[in-house]
Nanobody, 123 residues
Protein backbone atom coordinates (compact mmCIF):
# COMPACT_ATOMS: atom_id res chain seq x y z
CA UNK A 1 0.00 0.00 0.00
CA UNK A 2 1.03 3.56 -0.70
CA UNK A 3 -0.60 6.47 1.08
CA UNK A 4 -0.61 9.82 -0.72
CA UNK A 5 -1.42 13.22 0.76
CA UNK A 6 -1.56 16.37 -1.36
CA UNK A 7 -1.03 19.90 -0.14
CA UNK A 8 -0.44 23.38 -1.49
CA UNK A 9 -3.75 24.13 -3.11
CA UNK A 10 -5.53 27.44 -2.72
CA UNK A 11 -6.87 30.53 -4.41
CA UNK A 12 -4.69 32.40 -6.88
CA UNK A 13 -5.25 35.08 -9.49
CA UNK A 14 -4.92 34.34 -13.16
CA UNK A 15 -1.30 34.52 -14.20
CA UNK A 16 -0.10 33.45 -10.78
CA UNK A 17 1.70 30.34 -9.59
CA UNK A 18 1.21 27.55 -7.11
CA UNK A 19 3.26 24.52 -6.16
CA UNK A 20 1.47 21.39 -5.10
CA UNK A 21 3.14 18.68 -3.08
CA UNK A 22 2.26 15.02 -2.74
CA UNK A 23 3.80 13.20 0.19
CA UNK A 24 3.98 9.43 -0.02
CA UNK A 25 4.31 6.83 2.70
CA UNK A 26 4.21 3.09 2.75
CA UNK A 27 6.08 1.10 0.16
CA UNK A 28 9.30 2.26 -1.49
CA UNK A 29 8.41 5.51 -3.22
CA UNK A 30 11.10 5.22 -5.88
CA UNK A 31 9.52 2.02 -7.20
CA UNK A 32 6.55 3.94 -8.55
CA UNK A 33 5.83 6.21 -11.45
CA UNK A 34 3.77 9.17 -10.30
CA UNK A 35 1.05 11.21 -11.90
CA UNK A 36 -1.03 14.29 -11.32
CA UNK A 37 -4.68 14.48 -12.29
CA UNK A 38 -7.39 17.10 -11.99
CA UNK A 39 -11.14 17.14 -12.00
CA UNK A 40 -13.27 20.22 -12.44
CA UNK A 41 -16.95 20.30 -11.43
CA UNK A 42 -19.08 18.50 -13.97
CA UNK A 43 -16.08 17.25 -15.92
CA UNK A 44 -14.22 13.99 -16.16
CA UNK A 45 -10.91 13.49 -14.44
CA UNK A 46 -8.04 14.67 -16.63
CA UNK A 47 -4.44 13.50 -16.71
CA UNK A 48 -2.19 16.49 -16.08
CA UNK A 49 1.22 14.88 -16.20
CA UNK A 50 3.46 12.10 -15.01
CA UNK A 51 7.00 11.42 -13.94
CA UNK A 52 9.07 8.26 -14.03
CA UNK A 53 10.51 6.57 -10.96
CA UNK A 54 13.87 8.29 -11.44
CA UNK A 55 12.49 11.68 -12.36
CA UNK A 56 14.34 11.64 -15.68
CA UNK A 57 11.22 11.24 -17.80
CA UNK A 58 8.12 13.41 -17.70
CA UNK A 59 5.01 13.72 -19.80
CA UNK A 60 2.29 16.39 -19.84
CA UNK A 61 -1.16 17.03 -21.18
CA UNK A 62 -1.18 19.52 -24.03
CA UNK A 63 -3.33 21.87 -21.97
CA UNK A 64 -0.55 22.40 -19.40
CA UNK A 65 2.59 21.84 -21.43
CA UNK A 66 5.04 24.71 -20.98
CA UNK A 67 3.23 25.99 -17.88
CA UNK A 68 3.35 23.06 -15.43
CA UNK A 69 6.40 21.12 -14.28
CA UNK A 70 6.47 17.86 -12.36
CA UNK A 71 9.44 16.87 -10.24
CA UNK A 72 10.15 14.44 -7.45
CA UNK A 73 12.52 14.01 -4.54
CA UNK A 74 12.93 10.34 -3.76
CA UNK A 75 14.92 11.13 -0.63
CA UNK A 76 11.89 12.92 0.80
CA UNK A 77 9.20 10.75 -0.80
CA UNK A 78 7.57 13.77 -2.39
CA UNK A 79 6.38 14.65 -5.88
CA UNK A 80 5.71 18.24 -6.87
CA UNK A 81 3.56 20.01 -9.41
CA UNK A 82 4.77 23.52 -10.16
CA UNK A 83 2.00 25.47 -11.88
CA UNK A 84 2.80 28.77 -13.56
CA UNK A 85 0.75 31.16 -15.70
CA UNK A 86 -2.41 29.78 -14.18
CA UNK A 87 -5.70 30.27 -15.98
CA UNK A 88 -9.29 30.14 -14.67
CA UNK A 89 -9.76 26.91 -16.62
CA UNK A 90 -7.10 25.30 -14.43
CA UNK A 91 -9.54 25.44 -11.52
CA UNK A 92 -10.07 21.88 -10.27
CA UNK A 93 -9.33 19.39 -7.55
CA UNK A 94 -5.81 18.14 -8.14
CA UNK A 95 -4.84 14.63 -7.10
CA UNK A 96 -1.64 12.68 -7.23
CA UNK A 97 -1.46 8.99 -7.99
CA UNK A 98 1.12 6.22 -7.90
CA UNK A 99 1.57 3.61 -10.58
CA UNK A 100 3.37 0.28 -10.33
CA UNK A 101 4.71 1.17 -13.77
CA UNK A 102 8.02 2.90 -13.26
CA UNK A 103 7.59 5.00 -16.41
CA UNK A 104 4.14 6.47 -16.91
CA UNK A 105 2.36 7.81 -19.97
CA UNK A 106 -0.97 9.47 -20.58
CA UNK A 107 -2.69 6.08 -20.71
CA UNK A 108 -0.98 4.36 -17.79
CA UNK A 109 -3.00 2.80 -15.03
CA UNK A 110 -2.55 4.06 -11.50
CA UNK A 111 -2.91 2.01 -8.38
CA UNK A 112 -3.01 4.44 -5.46
CA UNK A 113 -4.66 7.83 -5.16
CA UNK A 114 -4.60 10.79 -2.84
CA UNK A 115 -7.67 12.68 -1.70
CA UNK A 116 -6.91 15.80 -3.68
CA UNK A 117 -6.40 19.49 -3.07
CA UNK A 118 -8.50 22.33 -4.44
CA UNK A 119 -6.96 24.86 -6.80
CA UNK A 120 -9.06 27.90 -7.70
CA UNK A 121 -7.89 30.46 -10.22
CA UNK A 122 -9.77 33.73 -10.29
CA UNK A 123 -9.99 35.91 -13.37
Amino acid sequence: QVQLVESGGGLVQAGGSLRLSCAASGRTFSNYGMGWFRQAPGKEREFVGGISWSGRSTTYADSVKGRFTISRDNTKNVVYLQMNSLKPEDTAVYSCAASKLMVVTTTSSFDYWGQGTQVTVSS
